[in-house]
């Protein structure tokens, strides 16, 4: 079945650092993937997307590629910011099908930002 | 606005007691869904629902049951029989089922059973 795969946390960093949070995927067919955004006490928001191959999904200064080849969509922001400390799950769609269109999330990584 | 409104926020309640999660979307979309989430393991699908009057099971769906008499409404049961119940449940829904939208999610009901 499809799963989705995200570098374990929680992470923490200083303010104006480099981010990355890794995430693999496995599906059989052509996903779509997300990026959502929790913040404490919140329900999910979408941060980005990338519906095929190649595509880059951008949003607040936030990236992601869809990697076919390495089966990957890592986040990547430059500069990060106290207000981005939240949960970040990686996530796939598989559309049609027998799958109905749900969604198969990652673990969660958490993100904790310092002044 | 449109949105997905999910009460109460924290629900408390006794083992052995069923309990009713309220979900209510303004946005007409026809797909809703519940998932449910725990530290460290990312969301988990208890049950979805196409269409009125219609609904599948997810991957965790025993000790659940859910309904879809509206459109506007996706109540989750949680019953006596779900082993582990204390959890934050968050509810979900998109235009429809067979395309790649993204979920819009509701701000979830913190379940805590003793």
């Known amino acids: 079945g499809d799963s989705v795969t995200q570098m374990e946390g929680p992470v923490t960093l200083s303010e104006e650092a480099f981010l990355t949070i890794n995430c693999t995927y496995t599906a059989t067919g052509y996903p779509s993937l997300f990026w959502y955004v929790q913040y404490p006490g919140e329900g999910l928001q979408l941060l980005l997307k990338a519906t095929k191959a190649d595509d880059k999904g951008s949003n607040k200064g936030f990236e992601a590629t869809y990697r076919k080849e390495t089966t990957s969509f890592h986040l990547e922001k430059g500069s990060v910011q106290v207000s981005d400390s939240a949960v970040y799950f990686c996530a796939l769609s598989e559309g049609g099908g027998t799958s109905y269109g749900k969604l198969t999330f990652g673990q969660g990584t958490i993100l904790t930002v310092h002044p | 606005d449109g949105g997905i409104t999910q009460s109460p926020k924290y629900l408390f309640r006794k083992e052995g007691q069923n309990v009713t999660l309220s979900c209510e979307q303004n946005l007409n979309h026809d797909a809703m869904y519940w998932y449910r989430q725990d530290p460290g393991q990312g969301l988990r699908l208890i049950y979805y629902?196409?269409?009125?009057?219609?609904?599948q099971k997810g991957d965790i769906a025993e000790g659940y049951s859910v309904s879809r008499e509206k459109k506007e409404s996706f109540p989750l049961t949680v019953t006596s029989a779900q082993k582990n119940p204390t959890a934050f449940y968050l509810c979900?829904?998109?235009?429809?089922?067979?395309?790649?939208?993204?979920?819009?999610f509701g701000n979830g009901t913190r379940l805590t059973v003793t």
């Open positions: 979900a829904s998109r235009p429809r089922t067979l395309d790649n939208s993204p979920l819009h």
């Open positions: 629902s196409q269409i009125v009057n219609d609904f």
